[in-house]
């Protein structure tokens, strides 16, 4: 049981440059997020997905771009890597459930470093 | 998004202790959830509130819903050594989650 999972776990970039980070879930979860933790930040949502082919933006999006063709893979793509965008990213998601009892699976997290 | 405070920022524990954390909103949640955070591992949930009032346990920890809907707090009884982490509080409307900055807990030397 894989769970959720994300690749790679750790990542060295120049600035400009483009990286996708990956994530994966065995669940068949519908919803899938993708956030940045920074030092007193907490977590902030950056896109979601309700759905395959469904995305949409969460509280910081800009410099981000997500998609979404199957339900299990949810990547996230820097076009141009700029140092603001170092931090740890984590992947989640959850079953579309009809009640407020689902919560969101948290991915081990990629640490991204941009020089 | 939803601002959360979350007190304290960081707090040292000693084996044995009881300790307390809590997290406040500006804005009515009909979810509470609390996570812990292990160093280089994404949170895990620990408790999870769905009613305004609940109080809900979970081994040594116990959190409860405050009856504004606008807050919630962590105990942890009987404190362990593997009890250091990050602990974050989160609001869930819907299904998106708005997260405390966190505390961190260490062991006092």
Redesign the interface.
């Known amino acids: 049981d894989a769970g959720i999972t994300q690749s790679p776990r750790y990542k060295i970039t120049e600035t400009g440059r483009q990286v996708t980070l990956m994530c994966h879930q065995t669940w068949s979860h519908s919803y899938m997020f993708w956030y940045r933790q920074d030092l007193g930040h907490g977590l902030r949502l950056i896109y979601y997905s309700a759905a395959a082919d469904i995305t949409d933006k969460g509280e910081v999006p800009d410099g981000y771009v997500v998609s979404r063709s199957k339900t299990e893979n949810f990547p996230l793509t820097l076009e141009s890597a700029t140092r603001s965008q170092t931090s740890v990213y984590f992947c989640a998601s959850r079953y579309r459930g009809g009640t407020s009892t689902d919560t969101q699976y948290f991915g081990p997290g990629t640490r991204l470093t941009v020089l | 998004?939803q601002q959360?405070n979350?007190s304290p920022q960081s707090m040292f524990i000693q084996e044995g202790e009881d300790v307390s954390m809590n997290c406040t909103s500006s804005s009515i949640f009909?979810?509470w959830?609390w996570?812990k955070q292990d160093p280089?591992?994404?949170?895990?949930?620990l408790i999870?509130l769905?009613k305004a009032g609940e109080l809900t346990s979970n081994g040594r920890l116990t959190a409860q819903f405050g009856i504004t809907r606008k807050d919630s707090f962590l105990n942890i009884s009987a404190s362990i050594p593997s009890d250091v982490g990050i602990y974050?509080c989160a609001g869930?409307d819907d299904?998106?989650?708005s997260?405390?900055?966190?505390t961190t807990v260490t062991v006092r030397a």
């Open positions: 998004g959360l979350q009909n979810t959830l996570y280089g591992e994404g949170p895990v949930l999870a769905y974050f869930q299904y998106k989650l997260f405390g900055a966190g």
